[in-house]
């Protein structure tokens, strides 16, 4: 179902939500307006607001009021009955309609995320607004090109995660209103992280130490970093093979080639940054790492919990991340009433020093997850050879302590999502289900992207719909695939 024009009382919303500096309305939707003038003129609370855009970025998409819980299990890389965040009911076997209703104990997690998605993005338009407007900043350069990047992550998170985005920007709402689809949403965000990258490339300067706690992002590395999610955002919008193979490949080439060489890995207060994702994602007791991801590594081991099994012995690898990355656990914790599907031997262990001391680096965005984006387009590209060698030059080998690759694209493409499952499954928000989305890996049934809040469909009001089961339409709404 598609509710073009429904969300124009949401749209126009986004425009009156103010910073939390502020204490009145601000509607730049409305740009020759004299009070809008007078809002935007304060640099000192414009400045602080605009240093909160990637902390409020970073937060809501590694919280548990967002679908991130829910996809990593709906990818099967992720494994747990537990209730919290929607995870069981996502991923239970088999496949059904996502509960939409406002209702759900879980409608949290589309609804929280929805609504602080589309209200940050108020925030970069609020900045980019006063950036046009002339406000004098101190850091005027550092200050448009995050307006402009928060800009473009937003909406293309937003393009990710739903089936259809309403766009805006300093000038006010967009396509007078209407809502458009996944790609061109993508599109539009691909735009203005062009506009950001090229801020930043021709700017000089560093941004304030607290704005990204622990590490020092210059103008360079700001630009390699949005070089990054670009090739991100363009690669992980697919929702089937079909439209992964009509990815602009050489524009994500050129992005990647352009990306980071330092792993983007904010250092958590446990304050205002944190990672609740990598936290319930592998505390123990909590989620396990399914045995979908176990099976690549040991492919001895099944891919699949066997009904009759209540254990199974550890498995063997030669993959060194087996022992350093994963732990292996001879008891179940899930109730079998639930579904011993979601049985596994192992938990992720790899951040056991952040759940532990909280003050430690979060990757989020690893130079491995770059140098994968650029092996694939090497490979859709058909310059297989390049493609094997930024394999074998990278963690696969540095880390896994695997042997070198050869050349054939059926050896590439099994190397990439190897490495995408087993190096970084867990750092960013839903990289895991995008990237089993895009192969038609997902189980039958899954959805492939959330529909627009049951809470806000009822406001407006406009028409329930969902996604997920049989409903939708078959390969573009939900799987028809799967790996098993």
């Given at each position: 179902?598609?509710?073009?024009?429904?969300?124009?009382?949401?749209?126009?919303?986004?425009?009156?939500?103010?910073?939390?500096?502020?204490?009145?309305?601000?509607?730049?939707?409305?740009?020759?307006?004299?009070?809008?003038?007078?809002?935007?003129?304060?640099?000192?609370?414009?400045?602080s607001t605009a240093g909160t855009l990637i902390n409020n970025?970073?937060?809501?998409?590694?919280?548990?009021?967002?679908?991130?819980?829910?996809?990593?299990?709906?990818?099967?890389?992720?494994?747990?009955?537990?209730?919290?965040?929607?995870?069981?009911?996502?991923?239970?076997?088999?496949?059904?309609?996502?509960?939409?209703?406002?209702?759900?104990?879980?409608?949290?997690?589309?609804?929280?995320?929805?609504?602080?998605?589309?209200?940050?993005?108020?925030?970069?338009?609020?900045?980019?607004?006063?950036?046009?407007?002339?406000?004098?900043?101190?850091?005027?350069?550092?200050?448009?090109?995050?307006?402009?990047?928060?800009?473009?992550?937003?909406?293309?998170?937003?393009?990710?995660?739903?089936?259809?985005?309403?766009?805006?920007?300093?000038?006010?709402?967009?396509?007078?209103?209407?809502?458009?689809?996944?790609?061109?949403?993508?599109?539009?965000?691909?735009?203005?992280?062009?506009?950001?990258?090229?801020?930043?490339?021709?700017?000089?300067?560093?941004?304030?130490?607290?704005?990204?706690?622990?590490?020092?992002?210059?103008?360079?590395?700001?630009?390699?970093?949005m070089n990054s999610f670009g090739a991100r955002m363009l690669?992980?919008?697919?929702?089937?093979?079909?439209?992964?193979?009509?990815?602009?490949?050489?524009?994500?080439?050129?992005?990647?080639?352009?990306?980071?060489?330092?792993?983007?890995?904010?250092?958590?207060?446990?304050?205002?940054?944190?990672?609740?994702?990598?936290?319930?994602?592998?505390?123990?007791?909590?989620?396990?790492?399914?045995?979908?991801?176990?099976?690549?590594?040991?492919?001895?081991?099944?891919?699949?919990?066997?009904?009759?099994?209540?254990?199974?012995?550890?498995?063997?690898?030669?993959?060194?991340?087996?022992?350093?990355?994963?732990?292996?656990?001879?008891?179940?914790?899930?109730?079998?009433?639930?579904?011993?599907?979601?049985?596994?031997?192992?938990?992720?262990?790899?951040?056991?020093?952040?759940?532990?001391?909280?003050?430690?680096?979060?990757?989020?965005?690893?130079?491995?997850?770059?140098?994968?984006?650029?092996?694939?387009?090497?490979?859709?590209?058909?310059?297989?050879?390049?493609?094997?060698?930024?394999?074998?030059?990278?963690?696969?080998?540095?880390?896994?302590?695997?042997?070198?690759?050869?050349?054939?694209?059926?050896?590439?493409?099994?190397?990439?999502?190897?490495?995408?499952?087993?190096?970084?499954?867990?750092?960013?928000?839903?990289?895991?289900?995008?990237?089993?989305?895009?192969?038609?890996?997902?189980?039958?049934?899954?959805?492939?992207?959330?529909?627009?809040?049951?809470?806000?469909?009822?406001?407006?009001?406009?028409?329930?719909?969902?996604?997920?089961?049989?409903?939708?339409?078959?390969?573009?709404?939900?799987?028809?695939?799967?790996?098993?």
């Open positions: 179902m598609k509710t073009n024009k429904i969300f124009v009382l949401f749209s126009l919303m986004t425009f009156l939500i103010g910073c939390d500096d502020f204490d009145t309305n601000l509607d730049v939707g409305n740009p020759e307006n004299p009070n809008d003038e007078i809002l935007a003129t304060d640099p000192v609370a414009l400045e970025w970073f937060q809501t998409t590694h919280s548990y009021d967002s679908p991130v819980f829910a996809m990593a299990t709906m990818s099967d890389v992720l494994t747990c009955s537990w209730g919290n965040f929607g995870m069981r009911d996502t991923s239970s076997e088999p496949r059904v309609a996502f509960n939409n209703q406002g209702s759900y104990g879980n409608a949290v997690i589309n609804e929280s995320f929805f609504n602080s998605m589309y209200s940050i993005l108020s925030d970069a338009n609020i900045i980019m607004y006063a950036v046009n407007a002339g406000v004098e900043f101190e850091n005027p350069e550092a200050v448009a090109a995050l307006g402009r990047f928060t800009q473009a992550i937003i909406v293309g998170y937003l393009a990710m995660t739903y089936d259809q985005v309403w766009l805006s920007d300093e000038n006010g709402v967009l396509n007078e209103g209407e809502s458009v689809d996944y790609k061109e949403a993508m599109d539009y965000a691909i735009g203005r992280l062009d506009e950001a990258i090229a801020i930043a490339n021709q700017s000089s300067f560093t941004l304030p130490e607290t704005w990204v706690p622990g590490m020092t992002i210059d103008s360079d590395y700001l630009a390699a970093l690669t992980m919008n697919s929702r089937n093979i079909s439209e992964r193979d009509a990815t602009d490949w050489g524009k994500v080439l050129e992005y990647a080639n352009n990306g980071i060489t330092v792993d983007f890995a904010p250092v958590a207060d446990d304050v205002v940054w944190y990672d609740l994702y990598k936290t319930y994602a592998v505390y123990p007791g909590w989620a396990r790492v399914d045995m979908y991801v176990i099976n690549l590594m040991d492919p001895s081991t099944p891919a699949y919990w066997p009904e009759d099994a209540t254990v199974l012995p550890e498995s063997t690898s030669a993959d060194a991340r087996l022992t350093t990355d994963f732990e292996y656990l001879s008891s179940q914790d899930f109730n079998a009433a639930r579904g011993t599907y979601h049985y596994s031997s192992y938990r992720y262990s790899r951040y056991d020093d952040y759940i532990s001391e909280w003050t430690t680096p979060m990757q989020e965005f690893v130079v491995s997850e770059n140098d994968m984006y650029k092996a694939e387009a090497l490979l859709r590209l058909e310059r297989y050879a390049e493609a094997a060698e930024v394999i074998n030059s990278g963690t696969r080998t540095t880390r896994g302590e695997l042997p070198n690759i050869g050349s054939s694209p059926e050896e590439i493409a099994d190397a990439i999502h190897y490495e995408r499952l087993v190096e970084f499954p867990f750092t960013g928000y839903g990289l895991n289900f995008f990237e089993m989305r895009k192969e038609n890996l997902l189980q039958e049934g899954t959805l492939l992207h959330f529909p627009v809040p049951g809470t806000a469909l009822a406001a407006i009001p406009a028409e329930y719909y969902t996604f997920g089961g049989t409903t939708g339409e078959p390969g573009v709404d939900y799987s028809t695939g799967g790996w098993r």
